[in-house]
Each structure stands twice: as structure tokens, then as C-alpha cells.
């Protein structure tokens, strides 16, 4: 397990545009080394914020986007094209401003798709397609994400893992099914977190004092069951990503330097 680093920012704003900045520079060092490179997308208004930030930066060109595979953490499990599925909020915020090869975009599932209604199927459609993707030095069923960003709940789930919930036990499956969740809509396709923790570089992003008791909560020790957030971590490196707000009830052991 890698120790989490710790970037606070002044406002929501600041934090998107730099978590955008950073982003750039990460996908285009991948595609230099490698030829091509993966993000895992999170949805959310701190996921979003970051996308429309990424649409709005003059380096955004730097990325060869065609060059990008795009994957999802988790997804409400909505028809085709619904305003609160991710990947649709995805495609207003960037996706469809930029040059992507269609067949790099990974979007989950939806409940009218070719897998139907049945969450269980599209959720191990997915996992096929995660299976698919992965290359032998990737070791396991899913590919090595050189990003995967990630929301942060107020009670510090992440994805669709929330606390206590048959999904955030999961060990063996990468991806699952989710009924029931505590927040509407109640049925989800998501991630494990033996999934998640295949990136080379997991980001918790928690922008607001709505955030401030799950950073908390979670940087201080617990148990991933009784806060997802606190298992999220990846190969190499482990950031959470903050506003000033988000920071304001963190332990003082862990109080990163003053807001940039």
C-alpha cells in the first residue's frame, strides 16, 4: 500500500484546474513512454468540474487523444443517453469536444443496453470487456490504469463501494452489480476495489466542507468496509486531492502545507 500524498487548494476551482493540469501532464508522459495511456473517469460535481477544467485548458491539445483509452469507475445503471449517467455527463463536459477513438471509450453498461436489465450480466459484461483490455504484463483482470480518479462521498464512499455494502467486500470479481445503494438512483455498475487498486496512481478528489468528515475519516486510519475511501489507493502512488474546505477537519499529523 502506498502512503497518500496530500495537494490542498484555496477553492474548488483552483483544485479543478490544477487536477486538470496535473492530468495533462500524466497522460502525455504515458503517451511518450508507452505509446498510449488509460484514465479511469469518476462522475460527480468534483469528476465533472475537473473535465469541464480540462476542456477550458489551452494544453489540453498536448494530449493525443486518439491515443487515450477512457474507463469508468462506476455508473448508474440508467438507459442510454440518461442526464445522470456519468458517461453522459462526461461527453457535455469534454468527451465530445475532443478527437477520441470511439473504440477506446469504455463507458459501463446501460440498463437498456446489449446485456439488459439485469445488472448482474452487464456488470460481468464489463469485467469481460476490463479482461479483454489487459495485457500479460498486467498481471491480473484488469488493465494497470495509469490514472484512476475517483469522488469522494460524504460517507466516504468511493464509486459505488459505500460503507458496509456486499460491494465494498468484494475480493475476487473487478467489477459488480450494486442494489440498493444508499443514494439514488439505488442500482449501479462498480469497480471493486482489487480493481481500483490496479492503477499505478489512484486520485481522491473531495472538494467542499460537505467532504471535510470522510477525508477525515478516511485518512485517519479506518477500515476500508466502514469507509470505501480508505481502500482506495494505487501501485505507485496514492493522491487526494482537496479544496481548503474539504482539509479544514483533517488530524494536525496530517496537515499538508498552506493552501496553493
Do not use: C
Amino acid at each position: 500500500m502506498t502512503p497518500p500524498q496530500l495537494v490542498v487548494h484555496r477553492d474548488k476551482e483552483l483544485m479543478a484546474r490544477a487536477a486538470a493540469a496535473r492530468l495533462i501532464t500524466k497522460v502525455v508522459d504515458a503517451q511518450a513512454s508507452r505509446g498510449h495511456a488509460s484514465v479511469v473517469l469518476t462522475g460527480g460535481r468534483n469528476g465533472n468540474g475537473l473535465l469541464a477544467a480540462l476542456a477550458a485548458a489551452p494544453a489540453r491539445d498536448a494530449i493525443d487523444w486518439a491515443r487515450l483509452d477512457l474507463w469508468w469507475g462506476d455508473e448508474r445503471f440508467l438507459p442510454e443517453g440518461d442526464p445522470e449517467r456519468n458517461a453522459t455527463q462526461a461527453r457535455e463536459a469534454l468527451l465530445d469536444a475532443v478527437e477520441l477513438d470511439p473504440a477506446r471509450v469504455h463507458a459501463m453498461p446501460a440498463s437498456d443496453g446489449p446485456y439488459g436489465d439485469d445488472v448482474d450480466v452487464a456488470a460481468a459484461g464489463y469485467a469481460a470487456e476490463l479482461a479483454a483490455a489487459a495485457a500479460l504484463e498486467d498481471h491480473g483482470p484488469v488493465p494497470v490504469f495509469d490514472v484512476l480518479m475517483l469522488g469522494v462521498g460524504p460517507d466516504t464512499h468511493v464509486a459505488s463501494l459505500f460503507p458496509e455494502s456486499p460491494a465494498v467486500r468484494e475480493t475476487e470479481r473487478a467489477v459488480v452489480g450494486v442494489r440498493g445503494a444508499p443514494k439514488p438512483p439505488p442500482v449501479r455498475v462498480s469497480l471493486t476495489l482489487p480493481a481500483i487498486r490496479a492503477a499505478r496512481e489512484v486520485w481522491l478528489l473531495a472538494a467542499g466542507e460537505d467532504k471535510a468528515e470522510a477525508a477525515a475519516i478516511a485518512l485517519s486510519g479506518a477500515g476500508e468496509i466502514q469507509a470505501p475511501a480508505a481502500g482506495a489507493y494505487g501501485r505507485s502512488r496514492t493522491l487526494w486531492l482537496l479544496d481548503a474546505a474539504a482539509a479544514s477537519r483533517l488530524p494536525r499529523a496530517l496537515h499538508p502545507p498552506a493552501p496553493a
